[in-house]
């Protein structure tokens, strides 16, 4: 079997590659064409295990728009809930459908699938990673503000999922990126390593925010945390995103958050719902980088 191609990291992508899928989903944002339907009788199979509005309605709507369909699995209502093994899973899939596309906790049940599988995995989140965020948030900036090439990013809050897919788009695509985290929540010292001097972390989101072309945040307790909410709104008390951090960094920065938010929380409202913010087109940008990443990834 060819190995097929599959977006479970940004790292699955060259630099290149990443660059000319931005442009694609800028194109394909612009140039609305109902009759371009490279993805005419295919399928998508889309596995939760986590909750989803944007991620859900983008792919399903990107499929329907390229011409394909999409399925919605829950592991509630499938095998996979009962426990058939993943391999199984993977390879009974991929034997029906042209692309897999996966939401949910353990990073090796994506890396899994993979492994056995005969058509594209797309990562829809994982504990570790949140890939398809990052092709969002890109092609927000470069929409509004040019390439990314050097200017500098501003991580406040959780070393998360979002945040590891920040440290590999700040390597792909060459900008700077200062962290500011609680030390107990910094990202995984793996992925820390796979960086270079870009990457910095700070102890206050003031320091990292200064001369920042970019501010971005997350919520303070991923899926699957809620149990420590508490806990962490201790531990991230000084780490929301207000009017003082937005002040530090550069006059036309912008301001995003991968939704859902928490107002008041992780991000000021003042500052979510302010100038600087551009969090709807963020998330409608879901919608235009995945229809240029599936037919990336199927037509290709
Ligand atoms: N940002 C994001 O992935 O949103 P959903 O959880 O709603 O899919
Ligand atoms: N870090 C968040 C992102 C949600 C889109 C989570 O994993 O819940």
Redesign the pocket.
Known sequence: MTQPRHFISLNDLSSDEFRALIARAIDLKNNRNPDFQPLKGKVLAMIFE?S?T??RVSFETGMAQLGGSALFLSSRDTQLGRGEPLADSAKVISSMVDCIMIRTYDHATVTTFAQHSRVPIINA?T?LL?PC?LLADMQTYFELRGDIAKKTVCWVG?G???CHSYINAAMLLDFKLNIATPKDYQPLRSILESADERIQLFDTPEEAANNADLIVT??W?????EQEQQKREQAFKNYQVNAKVMAQANKDALFMH???AHRNEEVATEVIDGKQSVIFIEAENRLHAQKALLEFLICC
Do not use: E, F, I, Y
């Open positions: 986590k989803s944007r991620t989140l504990d949140h965020q959780d998360n999922n979002m997350d919520v307790a991923s899926m699957g945390q991968c939704l859902p």
